[in-house]
C-alpha cells in the first residue's frame, strides 16, 4: 500500500515537473519568436505604429512585411528570409516592421493590388506606399508577393535607390 502511495506521489511530481518544464519553455519560445514572428530575430523589428514614427524622425524608408501564421506560402517564405544574410544588411536601412494575423492594418493603402499575403510594401519616411516597388519577377497580378529572398533583396535595393535618394533631395533643399 505504502509503495502504491509513494508510486503516485512520484508520478503526480513528475507530471508536476512536467507540466511545470512545458510552460516555462513554452513561454520563453513564445516570448522569443514575438519580435520576428518567425521572419528572423536578427533583424531590427517594430510595430507598425512605432515604425512609422521612426521613419519619420530618422528619414529611413520603412519595409513592411504582412504574414499570417497559418499561411503555407507564408511558412515558406519565412526561414528564407529569416536566414538570408544579405537580407539582413540591407535591413539596417530600413525601418522594419512585420505584421502577422490580427495586427494586418486596415487601411486600403497597405493592400494596392489585394489582400493576399505574404505581402511586402516599402513607405517612404512620410508614410506613403511606393506602389512602383514591387516583385518585378513575380506574377503581376500579385505585384507585393515575395516567395523568397532573393527577390525581397531585389526590391529593397530598388527601394534603398528610389526612396534614399528622395530623401536626401529633400534634406538638400
Known amino acids: 500500500m505504502r509503495r502504491q502511495h509513494h508510486a503516485v506521489m512520484d508520478n503526480k511530481l513528475a507530471i508536476c515537473i512536467s507540466v511545470f518544464l512545458f510552460l516555462i519553455l513554452g513561454v520563453k519560445t513564445d516570448a522569443e519568436d514575438d519580435l520576428g514572428k518567425g521572419l528572423g530575430e536578427s533583424y531590427d523589428w517594430h510595430t507598425l505604429q512605432d515604425g512609422l514614427k521612426i521613419s519619420q524622425e530618422t528619414r529611413k524608408p520603412l519595409m513592411l512585411i504582412i504574414h499570417k501564421s497559418w499561411c503555407g506560402a507564408c511558412k515558406a517564405f519565412k526561414p528564407k528570409f529569416a536566414a538570408s544574410s544579405e537580407a539582413q544588411e540591407l535591413s539596417k536601412e ?69 526612396l534614399g535618394s528622395r530623401s536626401t533631395k529633400s534634406d538638400e533643399l
Open 94 to 162: 530600413f525601418v522594419m516592421v512585420n505584421t502577422i494575423d490580427d495586427e494586418e492594418p486596415t487601411d486600403k493603402k497597405y493592400s494596392p493590388d489585394g489582400g493576399y499575403i505574404p505581402r511586402i510594401l516599402f513607405l517612404d519616411s512620410q508614410g506613403e506606399v511606393h506602389q512602383e516597388l514591387y516583385n518585378k519577377n513575380g506574377n503581376p497580378k500579385y505585384k507585393f508577393f515575395y516567395f523568397d529572398d532573393e527577390t525581397v533583396i531585389t526590391s529593397m535595393k530598388e527601394a534603398l535607390e528610389v
